[in-house]
């Protein structure tokens, strides 16, 4: 993704149009089209319903020898705790009002379309679109912050990258700044014991969210599965980084060494927004929405053996230790390199822009029942005004892109009224997920039938300048996490939720949407760069069924009839994948 990639294929300007007036986000008019694009599906149903209940019938035998298994944590008397108020005399303060200063360069032509979504003013925005500096970012807020850090991730891996940020944070809590972590317990059921020792410093707390009761043991794990399978499948996939209240971070990244390009195996494409001004204070409210919900347990209140005594200041001087060690590893001088590029410029440095910004965050229950239509997803709901006032164009970056029917039908709407819709996803060799493959599959012709562009981006990505942005340590494999959309050169979306029914009926997401016509060409010439042909597959319809995939190699363009580069056991998972009903869970 870096800027001096090749870009043989660059996203096509359309001609002039008069201007029209452009609505207020918020405000724009309801379109069924752009219901049909968002909808994905009209509700997440249970397959196999009837079977799970026979299930459960069976397990009553058996139940209370596996109950000490699954214990519910202590759920009563739960402290809730709010975000600090923004001060006036840290490095962040003063980082987040340099940000905010007016400056020709950070805004729009005075010329270009505006309606402030927020009252209050604009926004500071920086991409990141770096994987070494989205990793800079988190880890030079963390060590500028003097009041506060609260941080809400999906993944929190215990890897090089992972252990570094919770060494800056255990570092924070040292220096008597309050840190509040909030993870997805998909992840840490893992780290149980180090996250219960990591609590008991008294200024850091960890709390997690929809947690799994049974902490070990697979008994316990089998007894969830089936008593709780429904629940369990709701997990918290949100991204947020703040510091001081003052800057935030949001987007699509986790924490891990395949988010910030330190894996040696295969690294993610992805954005982050690195926020400053009003929006911090929203992405702080829904933080604390999460953090004070009945779904968010502190780690505490589960059964089991306490830590022995020592075991924090062990904990503490391990990671110092184990820092000191990796110091020198190319990777971390990487880092630190990243770190002296930011500078003092935490908040955003000089391509940012000022824009109105909206933050877009789901309930942190978002319940299963239906409204007016709409899904229940607050994001989807946020994105409909823009999709509905579409005229001209409209960018989908999606790792995981399962339109279903109604949103495909949705897509070849919008090509119908003369608006260019192109999506970039992730092709059967790139995605590391493959089952999520046959949701976006079963759907491509009719896509090209309707007149919808696809890109796919490949697998192999080295050799190139989009490479550089992706991986740090040489590895050559790659694939798309990055969750954008950009629409009529104009709005931009960025971050966590993917366009399939899982962001949209199970999980929860968040993102932003900005009006910035100078920050809508940013995302357009990444976009640009990753669909290009030496990144990325153009998928063509050839004779009517047959799909046949465009690329170039070394300068040389290639046609392929089959899925490029994806091994055929990879295929033929697929094409047995595709026979069960599982798309609503994708």
């Known amino acids: 993704m870096g800027a001096d990639a090749p870009a043989q294929q660059p996203v096509p300007r359309l001609p002039p149009r008069a201007r029209r007036r452009v609505p207020r986000l918020g405000h724009c008019p309801r379109d069924d089209r752009a219901l049909n694009v968002i909808r994905l599906q009209d509700a997440v149903r249970v397959h196999h319903g009837l079977r799970r209940r026979h299930a ?39 980082a987040a009002e340099r940000a905010l200063r ?30 070494a500096l989205a990793y800079a970012y988190r880890a030079s807020t963390a060590q500028q912050a003097v009041r506060s850090l609260d941080v809400q991730y999906y993944i929190w891996h215990a890897d090089l990258t992972g252990r570094l940020l919770a060494t800056e944070l255990l570092r924070a809590a040292e220096r008597g700044v309050r840190v509040r972590i909030l993870v997805d317990d998909i992840d840490g059921r893992a780290k149980h014991d180090l996250f ?10 960890v709390r997690l969210f929809n947690p799994f009761y049974s902490r070990s043991g697979i008994l316990g794990k089998v ?127 000089a391509s940012r822009v000022l824009a109105a910004v909206r933050l877009l965050a789901d309930d942190p229950k978002k319940p299963d029942e239906r409204g007016d239509g709409l899904p229940t ?34 897509l070849v709407d919008m090509v119908e ?23 976006y599959a079963r759907h491509r012709r009719d896509l090209l039938r309707g007149g919808v562009e696809l890109y796919e981006m490949k697998q192999q990505v080295d050799g190139t300048g989009g490479h550089s942005q992706i991986s740090v340590t040489g590895s050559s494999q790659a694939s798309l996490h990055t969750k954008a959309m950009v629409i009529d050169r104009h709005w931009v979306y960025v ?44 998928v063509e319809l050839e004779g009517g069924e047959g799909l046949v ?38």
């Open 417 to 439: 009224s003369g608006v260019r819709v192109a999506v970039l996803t992730n092709s059967l060799a790139a995605t590391d997920v493959a089952a999520v493959h046959t949701g």
């Open 377 to 410: 997803s607050t994001v989807l709901r946020g994105l409909a005004p823009a999709i509905a006032a579409a005229r001209d164009e409209i960018l989908i970056v999606s790792p995981y892109f399962v339109p279903r029917s109604s949103g495909a039908q949705g």
């Open 495 to 538: 971050g966590s939720m993917n366009l399939d029914p899982r962001s949209a009926n199970i999980n929860t997401e968040m993102g932003v949407l900005l009006e910035s016509g100078r920050f809508a060409e940013q995302l357009r010439a990444n976009f640009g760069r990753i669909a290009a042909p030496d990144l990325s597959y153009r």
């Open 56 to 94: 459960r019938l069976a397990l009553l035998a058996v139940l209370p020898l596996l109950a000490h298994c699954a214990t519910a944590p202590r759920l009563g008397g739960i402290e809730t705790s709010h975000a600090l108020p923004p001060g006036t005399d840290s490095p962040l303060d003063a």
């Open 196 to 205: 219960l020792v990591a609590d008991q410093h008294p200024n850091l707390e």
């Open 549 to 586: 995939w465009y690329d170039q190699v070394d300068g040389e363009a290639r046609r392929l009839e089959r899925e490029p580069d994806a091994s055929a056991g990879r295929r033929f998972t697929v094409t047995v994948l595709r026979l069960f009903p599982i798309e609503s869970q994708l």
């Open 223 to 349: 007894t969830e599965a089936v008593l709780r399978g429904t629940r369990l499948n709701r997990r918290m996939h949100n991204k947020a980084w703040i510091a001081d209240n003052r800057v935030a971070i949001v987007g699509g990244r986790n924490i891990g060494d395949e988010y910030f390009g330190a894996s040696r195996h295969s690294n993610f494409a992805d954005l982050d927004v690195l926020l400053a001004g009003p929006v911090v204070a929203d992405v702080s409210r829904s933080f604390d929405e999460y953090w004070n919900s009945p779904n968010a347990v502190p780690v505490s209140r589960f059964e089991g053996r306490p830590p022995p005594p020592g075991a924090l200041e062990r904990l503490i001087a391990d990671a110092e230790a184990w820092r000191e060690r990796k110091a020198e590893s190319p990777y971390v001088e990487t880092l630190e390199e990243a770190q002296r590029q930011i500078g003092a410029d935490v908040a955003g440095d």
């Open 102 to 131: 007016v400056d020709t360069a950070a805004r729009d032509d005075a010329s270009a379309p505006r309606a402030p979504a927020d009252p209050r003013g604009l926004s500071a925005v920086t991409l990141i679109e770096s994987n």
